[in-house]
């Protein structure tokens, strides 16, 4: 049972007929993810409820009830948002032992649409990171290179569906940790606009930055999970009331007269040969197919790491601030004072790139450099905002690399963080917008790497992006299984 | 502008981190050269620019949510403090809050 080679709609449509059962579906994943254990792509995998869950699938289909749209479809949860009486890390050693009491509203939406939840994937401390390799649980591999990261900082859920160990998966972005480690992987990956999609049970990183969204083998699959997460949700108030479209439909159509703008400050230095190639030669398809390319600019876009480094941090130094040893999680033993207690509980759970970027925030928020650096970055960021709305006046969506390079060594940006932020580039501007942006693979790097592109649209314009990306998608035919995986039987 | 180990120790004091020595060091190292880069932001002229707090401020029809102030049912304070290190009878329960 090969999940790279079934989509949802299908499976769905195969278990309705009985000619499939979820119960297969699922054990045949189970399996995948113990073969697959090097890459380390799980923390925890909740095996009983989901063969529970797959047998309730499977009565519903033997009594002829029609079956909810993800029926038996195997998906995989970043490690950051909750599920009651689940294990949930965040990848952090300060969480090591929490289990929630609650559970994620993306999540719940996609266990009533009938999904199979089959565990929690890795990622990077609290996700933050670009490569996974910030986890107290150790580094999650590329199944295409298994010396080589991911991305992040969701590169458990990135690999899970690259190595068919799930159908579809959710991660967080907020800088890109959906969209690069799908570059990375040779997965799709979307970041819905912001708002479109309920944070209510994501362990907060950056607030105003972060979204929920769907790995998958396919556009078309993307687009179904989206449909099921998307809308309105009581519990969080930054979650949006603009009404959800029919996602799943709005992919069809083609892309005749669509204005494909290119800006010129993602083609510049820094950007792999093959990168750029790759990326070229993917847009000249949607010229083939009719659409127009446009150039455009985005003048700011060398401000994006500065600013995105100040307002992600200040607000997950103000975020992290729950984690203490009070309520929940690891708490260092032999403190005299509650203050001790703090100092030495953070100090032992939080990793150092979690310290850094607390450090980091706490500064650019404190009294006397609150302006120069917090108030400044805020700006800026709305200067950001409006190069996107400029550019959408004369193009409908904007294409760009999603990385300026394919996957890299596990270790090789260890020691420079500012080299690692600097990764971040093509990716950050649309959090800091508030845009929906999607990464497929356009091809491999001549060392075999996957490379994605990165196709960006207005604010709650996912029907055009869907659209622009299915089209895209069908005209470059990538094939998304890694070599190593396909031979192993 | 570089940062000194005693804005390093103090910023940690802050954001409740007992670092070591030989992170105070790093630290300072790694945060020097981010801020050196932040830098960069100050050639821009912002004087006239709104601040961007939200996504939803800039261009968007959708307001600010607000909800009528009206108690709904939560976790409860059971749920509340099982997960919690230490809890007795109800409480969350902590050293002692004022030190020796």
């Not at chain 1, 380390?40 to 289909?61: C, L, Q, V």
């Not at chain 1, 079956?67 to 995989?76: C, K, N, T, V």
């Not at chain 1, 994006?304 to 690891?330: C, I, K, Q, W």
Request: charged share 25%; aromatic share 8%.
């Amino acid at each position: 049972m090969e999940l790279k080679n079934l989509n949802t709609a299908s499976l769905r449509n195969l278990i309705a007929s009985r000619e499939v059962s979820a119960v297969e579906v699922c054990r045949s994943a189970l399996d995948r993810i113990e073969r697959f254990s090097d890459l380390n792509a799980f923390i925890t995998t909740t095996e009983e409820t989901a063969i529970g869950d797959a047998e309730k699938i499977d009565r519903a289909a033997a009594k002829g009830e029609p079956l909810p749209r993800l029926a038996g479809s195997i998906i995989a949860i970043k490690d950051n948002m909750v599920m009651r009486g689940v294990r949930t890390t965040a990848g952090s050693r300060i969480l090591f032992n929490y289990k929630p009491a609650y559970t994620a509203t993306a999540v719940d939406r996609l266990q009533a649409a009938g999904a199979i939840i089959i565990g929690k994937t890795n990622c990077d401390e609290f996700a933050m990171g670009s490569s996974t390799e910030n986890s107290a649980y150790g580094p999650v591999r590329n199944p295409w290179d298994s010396e080589r990261v991911p991305g992040g900082s969701s590169g458990g859920s990135a690999v899970a569906v690259a190595a068919g160990m799930a159908m579809g998966a959710l991660g967080s972005d907020t800088g890109g940790s959906i969209r690069q480690p799908a570059s990375f992987c040779g997965v799709v990956g979307f970041k819905p606009s912001y708002g479109r999609v309920s944070r209510y049970g994501l362990i907060a990183f950056g607030s105003s930055l972060d979204q929920i969204g769907p790995f998958a083998n396919s556009v078309e699959d993307a687009a179904a999970i989206l449909a099921v997460i998307a809308g309105r949700d009581v519990n969080d108030s930054t979650s949006s009331d603009a009404e959800v479209e029919d996602y799943s439909a709005s992919i069809n159509g083609d892309v005749r007269g669509l204005r494909v703008g290119v800006p010129r400050e993602y083609y510049g230095e820094g950007l792999d040969e093959d990168v750029k190639s790759k990326t070229e030669t993917a847009i000249k398809r949607f010229e083939e197919m009719g659409a127009r390319i446009v150039d455009v600019s985005l003048p700011h876009t060398q401000y994006a790491v500065p600013v995105y480094y100040l307002v992600a941090t200040a607000e997950a130094s103000s975020n992290l601030a729950r984690f203490d040893g009070v309520r929940y999680g690891f708490r260092a033993e032999e403190a005299g004072t509650l203050k001790e207690m703090y100092g030495r509980t953070r100090e032992q759970g939080f990793g150092a790139e979690v310290k850094r970027r607390i450090m980091l925030g706490t500064y650019a928020l404190s009294a006397g450099y609150y302006d120069a650096y917090y108030g400044k970055a805020q700006k800026v960021r709305a200067l950001i905002e409006r190069d996107f709305r400029n550019a959408f006046g004369s193009c409908d969506v904007i294409a760009t690399p999603t990385a300026p390079t394919p996957a890299f060594k596990l270790g090789e940006k260890a020691d420079n963080p500012l080299e690692m932020y600097l990764s971040d580039i093509y990716t950050i501007t649309a959090n800091l917008a508030g845009v929906p942006a999607i990464s497929l693979p356009c091809g491999l790097s001549t060392s075999g790497l996957p490379i994605g592109i990165q196709l960006i649209a207005r604010h709650f314009d996912e029907p055009t992006l869907l659209r622009a990306a299915h089209n895209l998608e069908k005209a470059l035919e990538f094939e998304s299984t890694p070599p190593a995986i396909q031979k192993k039987p | 502008m570089p940062i000194s180990k005693v804005d390093v120790e103090k910023i940690a004091e802050l954001a409740r981190l007992e670092l070591t020595n030989d992170e105070i060091e790093s630290f300072t190292g790694q945060l020097s050269s981010i801020l050196d880069h932040i830098e960069k932001l100050n050639e821009l002229d912002t004087a006239d620019v709104e601040p961007m707090s939200h996504c939803f401020t800039a261009g968007s029809d959708t307001q600010c949510a607000r909800r009528d102030d009206v108690t709904r049912p939560s976790l409860g304070q059971r749920l509340a403090v099982e997960s919690a290190p230490d809890n007795e009878a109800g409480y969350f329960k902590v050293p002692r809050v004022i030190g020796g």
